[in-house]
């Protein structure tokens, strides 16, 4: 089993910056791809970013692009995500979930989930 937990979130104006953590206990993250979700109020679970095992295949939502970095530290058994440019857009409840499988954006494929953090961007 792997437990995820989120942390980072927060108020930001827009323009401002977070940086997401997703920290994994129970089994090391090493052989999973990461991926970022986020749920807006009203929407559905949107992509945001994923990556690979290795770290080397790294994919990014259309909208998060160019604003958006993900990574990970495999020896510290985390995932980030640093978000920069806010908008009041990008306002919602931030998923980190892994799976075995190879960087693939469809939610369904994940088979670990954190809780989320909530992320609220302000005009």
């Known amino acids: 089993q792997v437990q995820l937990v989120e942390s980072g979130g927060g108020l930001v104006q827009a323009g401002g910056s977070l940086r997401l953590s997703c920290a994994a206990s129970g089994r090391t993250i090493t052989r999973y791809t990461v991926g970022w979700f986020r749920r807006a109020p009203g929407k559905e679970r949107a992509f945001v970013a994923e990556v690979s095992s290795s770290g080397d295949a790294i994919h990014y939502g259309d909208s998060v692009k160019g604003r958006f970095t993900i990574a990970r530290d495999n020896a510290k058994n985390t995932v980030y995500l640093q978000m920069d440019s806010l908008n009041p857009e990008d306002t919602a409840l931030y998923y980190c979930?892994?799976?075995?499988?190879?960087?693939?954006?469809?939610?369904?494929?994940?088979?670990?989930w954190g809780q989320g953090t909530q992320v609220t961007v302000s005009t």
């Open positions: 979930a892994a799976t075995l499988l190879p960087p693939i954006e469809n939610p369904s494929a994940y088979e670990y």
